[in-house]
């Protein structure tokens, strides 16, 4: 849900975050705000890191498809060297770029801009994933939104990977990850996978059920 702006002074800035889990639509909640904006002739910019080239060099891209141009960055500092006149600033995978971006976040809503920030609040272990918690508390706004867990429909939480890597950032999509709610998230999946355990074949748990196999609904 997209917060009620009361903007009595009209040259304050703020914040808004919005966070979830992978597939739940952070980036196409982000498009709508930022399109919305452009309605209003406002003038938006859109950022993402350099790290994400899953779909396109130049442009916001959702597992929709749904687009919008953006700039590239190496670092949350160059948002403020390249964000000119823009109202309204949309940076996306906020993830990657680290602790820094809050600065950067501060600074922009100083300006009096209209700063909205979409990434994971976790990683695939499902801990708290810097920069976007601490966002969350210095943000205006939050949103939380939510995938559906491919295992038993409840609303998910979680990014289950699917591949064995202790890396703290895999890029990719259906292929890595899928979403899953607190019961059927396993945060050692990947490492059992990696040593013949899959989701068919799990680990045996004393006195746990395994979760039904048959509700599989895909997920777009
Ligand atoms: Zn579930």
Redesign the pocket.
């Known amino acids: 849900m997209e917060p009620v702006i009361y903007r009595a002074d009209r040259s304050a800035g703020w914040i808004e975050v919005i966070c979830g889990s992978m597939f739940s639509g952070k980036t196409e909640e982000l498009i709508r705000r930022l399109r919305r904006a452009q309605i209003a002739r406002q003038r938006i910019e859109i950022f993402k890191p350099t790290v994400d080239a899953r779909y396109s060099d130049e442009e916001v891209v959702s597992h929709d498809e749904n687009a919008l141009s953006s700039i590239a960055v190496d670092s949350a500092e160059q948002i403020i060297l390249m964000v000119g006149s823009a109202d309204v600033v949309g940076i996306d995978e906020a993830q990657f770029f680290g602790l820094e971006l809050l600065t950067s976040a501060q600074e922009l809503a100083r300006q009096g801009k209209r700063v909205i920030v979409a990434g994971l609040d976790q990683d695939y272990l499902g801990r708290p994933f810097e920069p976007i918690p601490q966002m969350m508390a210095i943000a205006e706004h939050v949103t939380k939104l939510h995938a559906i867990?491919v295992?038993?429909?409840?609303p998910?939480n979680h990014s289950q990977r699917l591949t064995a890597s202790d890396e703290r950032v895999v890029v990719g999509a259906t292929d890595v990850y899928e979403p899953?709610?607190r019961?059927?998230f396993d945060p050692g999946l990947g490492r059992k996978i990696s040593e013949g355990r899959t989701a068919s074949n799990p680990e045996p748990e004393a006195g746990v059920q395994p979760?039904p196999k048959k509700i599989a609904p895909t997920i777009k």
């Open positions: 867990c295992v038993c429909g409840a998910a899953r709610c019961n059927c979760p």
